[in-house]
């Protein structure tokens, strides 16, 4: 497709359930990144993949979030054991370069995550 | 680390009023600095960018941004809104690294009605 896709759009899970969170990059992009936004705040930078190795998951809350790239395309962030202050849009974004001069990043729709 | 402050949280104006959000960061080497739109319903998209040269950047729909380097700010202009410009804005700087760390920080975005 022409731009990132992100899928489920939305996803209500039970407190304790995992959940897997799909982002398809644009088909090329070198970088991809994740992040999580809270309701009325700005999206949070969780963690950052250039080809298949994560060279930055500064941003990742706890050890119950985990994210993977393992051809260098299409990338998933994993919740366990969810709480209800994981509850937020999760936000994909994918950029053509490695380097970080004079590229931009195009995001995704994201998937809405509620945590009941 | 670096951090963004919008100052605007919500924003009412009248069609052909002139608009200006502002955006300070704090960060103490080179910056690229974004403006981002989210209109109801969809995904973030880019109206700006500011990598380097002329301090006064155009973007799309008539947006324009000014980044005064001794004020660290990058405020967002436009002379007329219109009622389409309905959405929130997203103000984002990136740090200029050449070993990676290429992760974008926001705001916490600017909620913009214009009425008829």
């Known amino acids: 497709g022409a731009g990132v896709s992100q899928s489920p759009r939305y996803k209500v899970a039970k407190r304790g359930q995992d959940v897997a969170l799909r982002c398809d990059p644009i088909?090329?992009?070198?970088?991809l990144f994740w992040y999580q936004q809270a309701l009325g705040q700005g999206p949070e930078f969780l963690t950052y993949f250039q080809n298949e190795a994560q060279l930055d998951k500064s941003g990742l809350p706890s050890d119950r979030f985990f994210a993977e790239r393992p051809e260098g395309s299409v990338s998933t962030l994993k919740i366990q054991r969810t709480q209800q202050e994981d509850s937020a849009v999760y936000l994909c974004?994918?950029?053509?370069?490695?380097?970080?001069?004079?590229?931009?990043?195009?995001f995704g729709q994201g998937t809405r995550l509620t945590v009941v | 680390a670096q951090s963004v402050s919008q100052h605007n949280h919500h924003v009412i104006l009248s069609e052909a009023a002139s608009l200006e959000l502002g955006c300070n960061y704090s960060y103490g080497g080179t910056v690229n600095l974004f403006w981002y739109v989210q209109y109801p319903g969809q995904h973030l998209q880019l109206l700006l960018k500011y990598f380097s040269g002329d301090p006064l950047v155009k973007g799309i729909k008539g947006f324009e941004a000014e980044f005064i380097k001794s004020k660290f700010s990058f405020n967002l202009r436009k002379p007329s809104v219109q009622w389409s410009d309905t959405a929130e804005y997203f103000c984002?700087?990136?740090?200029?690294?050449?070993?990676?760390?290429?992760?974008?920080?926001f705001g916490t975005g600017t909620q913009l009605k214009v009425e008829l």
């Open positions: 974004a994918s950029s053509l370069g490695r380097v970080p001069l004079n590229t931009e990043a195009f």
């Open positions: 984002a700087v990136r740090p200029r690294l050449t070993g990676g760390g290429n992760k974008l920080t």
């Open positions: 088909s090329g992009h070198v970088s």
